[in-house]
C-alpha cells in the first residue's frame, strides 16, 4: 500500500505540477482528509460560505468510500492556512478565478473536473464525469512523483492515497484524537 507523503514531498508536488486545478485539488483533497475520489466528486455547488462563522468556506464530500447515503454527508469547514503553498483558500481563488473567467469551467457541476453533465443527467454519466478528472488528476500526481527532480523522503510507494495518509499522520502528531479523525475523513469507526 502507499505510504503517507512527507510535508516536504507534498511541497515538492506543488512545484511539480503546473496545473493551478491540480494545486488547488492537492489542497482541497489534504485538508478534508479526502481521498482522490471524494476530491474528484465534489460539486461546485456545495461549495459555500459559512453561516455559522462569517469568513469561512464550507464544503460536502457526498461521494466516499465509507458514505452510503447523502444525509450521511455533514457540512464540513473549510480553514485556511498559514503556509501560502497548501493554503486551500489561495489555491482555490487563484485556480476558480482563472478557470471559470476563461470559461473552461463555467459549465461544469464539478469542482475540479470538466463536463456537460447536469444533476439530471444520469447518474453513470455523471459519474464518468467524475473519474475521468479523478484519472487525470492521478496521472498528474504520479507524473510527479516520477519527475526526475522528485526527491523521495522516505522509502515506499507513493500515490494518490498518500495525501489522504499525510493529513492524517500529521493529525494524529498533533495530537488531534482518532475519533476526531475518523469523523473528518468520514470513514466508518467502530
Not at 507523503?5 to 508536488?13: A, K, M, P, R, S
Not at 463536463?115 to 484519472?135: I, L, P, V
Request: hydrophobic share 30%.
Amino acid at each position: 500500500t502507499d505510504r503517507p507523503f512527507t510535508i516536504g514531498e507534498f511541497l515538492q508536488l506543488h512545484d511539480l505540477i503546473d496545473s493551478r486545478k491540480y494545486k488547488a485539488a492537492l489542497n482541497f483533497q489534504y485538508h478534508l482528509m479526502g481521498r482522490i475520489d471524494d476530491t474528484s466528486h465534489v460539486k461546485k455547488k456545495f461549495l459555500k460560505a459559512s453561516t455559522q462563522f462569517p469568513g469561512y468556506l464550507t464544503t460536502k464530500i457526498v461521494w466516499s468510500k465509507n458514505v452510503q447515503d447523502e444525509l450521511n454527508c455533514p457540512t464540513q469547514i473549510m480553514l485556511p492556512c498559514g503556509n501560502k503553498e497548501m493554503c486551500p483558500y489561495l489555491s482555490l481563488a487563484v485556480f476558480l478565478e482563472d478557470w471559470i473567467q476563461n470559461g473552461n469551467g463555467a459549465g461544469s457541476q464539478w469542482l475540479f473536473g470538466e463536463g456537460t453533465t447536469t444533476e439530471q443527467s444520469m447518474h453513470k454519466e455523471q459519474d464518468r464525469e467524475a473519474c475521468n478528472g479523478k484519472s487525470t488528476y492521478a496521472r498528474s500526481i504520479r507524473k510527479a512523483t516520477k519527475n526526475p527532480v522528485f526527491v523521495a523522503e522516505a522509502t515506499g510507494p507513493l500515490g494518490s492515497h498518500s495525501i489522504w495518509k499525510l493529513s492524517c499522520t500529521e493529525a494524529r502528531q498533533k495530537g488531534i484524537h482518532k475519533d476526531d479523525i475518523d469523523y473528518r475523513g468520514r470513514w466508518s469507526s467502530k
